[in-house]
C-alpha cells in the first residue's frame, strides 16, 4: 500500500468520479474527498428534470455509503475547504483543520451567476445548483400560479418545460435573441423555441430584466423589464449562468484566468495540483482554443485522464465533449463543439427528430440531434475516431451518420 | 419488496431487494452490486449500464427500444437480442425474481 494521499476538493460529478477512477486504475494510497454540501454525492443533472417531479433525493446518489468504506475513500461531506497551502501541501478547511497532501485535485466546480437585477434578495426568488436549491424550488412550485425563468439556456429551459407540466404559466426571459444561444445553433434554437411556445410557454427573447417587483411584504410580484415593461408572476428563477468557482486556485497563486488554466495534462502551474471540470479551461485537443465546458461528460472525463496520470499512465486528454438537456420529450444531444462552423446542414429526419451536422472548413466538427439518439452516437463515435470526417465523404451518404459510420 | 438477482461474468450471483418504481440500473447502485456503471446517471446518454436479460423474464420486461438500442450499439461488450440498458427496466411487482446476466465490461 502506497503512503501517497490525494486530496480531492469538491463531491460533485468530477470529485466522485475522481475517487472512483483513482481506485479502479489501481491506486492504493489514500484518497480523501472533500464536499461542501451535506451527505453522500449525487448527481446533478436530475435536479432540472426528474427529481422536480418525483422528489426522491435518495436515487440520486451515486453510490451507497458502503462504496466509499469498501474502497477506503476517505469522504468529509459538509466541509468547505478555505485555503490551499502550496508549499507545505495542505488544505484548511472552514473549521481550521489542516488535511495534507502529495496530490491535490480541485473539482471546485461552478456557482450561479446573480444578474445586476435589482431586488434579487426578494421571497420566491429561486436559483437551481444543488439538491436545497431543487427541493426548495419543487416545495414552492405547486403553489405557483405564473413562474418567470429569467435566462433561457439549458437549466432555464428544462425547468421551464418542468413547471409547464405542472400546469403553472411560464413566461422566460433571454437577453439574447435565441434560446440557448452560447451552446447551440440558431436551427436548433428555433426548434426549440417552437416546441416550448407550443406547450403554452411565452418566450421573451433580446429582453433584460432591470428589477423585480416586491408586492409590498417582500415578496416578488413581478418583473420590470429594461424597456419598462411590467410582467406580473409570483415565482422567479434565476438562470443567468454560471461563473468557475476559481477563487480558492487564486489565492493560493494558480495561473487562473476564466477557471483554472490547465495543461493538456489537466495539471494547474503547480504539478501537485490538478484541476477538472467546470472550474477549469483547458486546452481543447481539437481547435486548440482553451475552452472551459459546464458538463458532466467534462468532469468525469477530466477525472478518468487525471486518474490515469496519477497511475502512471499519462496521456493528453482528448476526449469528444457532448452535452444532452431533456426538455419535455424531446432530448437533445450534442457531440462535439461547434464554435468556428462554417457551414451547416440540418436534415428533419423521418423518424421525427432533427440532425444538425457543423463544418468547418470542409470538415465535421459538431453534430447537434433532437430525439435522434443514433446519429448523435454515430456523430461521437466519427469524432473520437481521429481522422477528419470530409463534409464530401457525408454528403455522399445523403448526410446520414449512422450509415456513414458503419460504412467507414 | 421484488428481488432481482445479478449474475456476475464469472458466475457469481447477487440477489438483493428492490423498491417499487426503481430501475434494475438504481438497485444495483444502492446495494453495491458491481458491474453496472452507469455514468450518466439514467439519461439514456451512454451504454454502461447494460445487462443481459434472462430469457425466463423477456417476455416480461421486454426488449429494447429502437432508441435504447441506439445507445446498446456503442456498449462495451458484445450486444444480444436480451441486451438491455438496466436503467430502462422499471421495477415491479411483476419482475419479482428477475434475473439479470452482467457483461465482461461497461467502458
Redesign the interface.
Known sequence: MSSERVVIVGGGHGGFQMAASLRSEGFSGGITLIGEEPGLPY?R??LSKAFLKDGDA???????Q??FE?NNIELIPGTRVSRIDPARKHVTTATGDAIGYDHLVLATGSRNVRPPVANLHLDNVLTLRNLADAADLRARLSGARHVLVIGGGFIGMEFAAVAADFGVAVTVIEGAGRLMARTVSGAVSKHFLALHEGRGTTVRLGRFVSELIDDGTGRVAGVRLADGTRIDGDMVLIAAGVTPNSELASEAGLAVSDGIDVDEFLRTSDPAISALGDCCNFPDPVSGNRVRLES?QAA?DHARAIARRLTGKPAPYAAVP?F?S?QSHF?L?IAGLGSGADEQVALEPESGGLVVINFASGRLLSVETV?S??AH?SA??LLASGRPVAQADLAAHNYNLVDYARAV | MPKITFVSPEGGRTTVEASDG?SVM?TA????VEGIVA???????CATCHCYVDEDWLARTGTASD?ER??L??AASEVRPESRLSCQITVTGDLDGLTVHLPDAQI
Not at chain 2, 29 to 32: C, D, P, R
Open positions: 448527481q443533472p436530475p435518495a436515487r440520486l446518489h451515486f453510490r451507497p458502503a462504496f469498501t458532466v468525469t457532448w444532452w431533456d432530448k444531444q430525439n439518439a443514433s452516437m461521437r463515435r | 426503481d438504481q447502485l444502492a446495494n453495491g455514468e450518466c446517471g439514467g439519461a439514456m446518454m432508441e441506439s445507445m450499439d456503442f
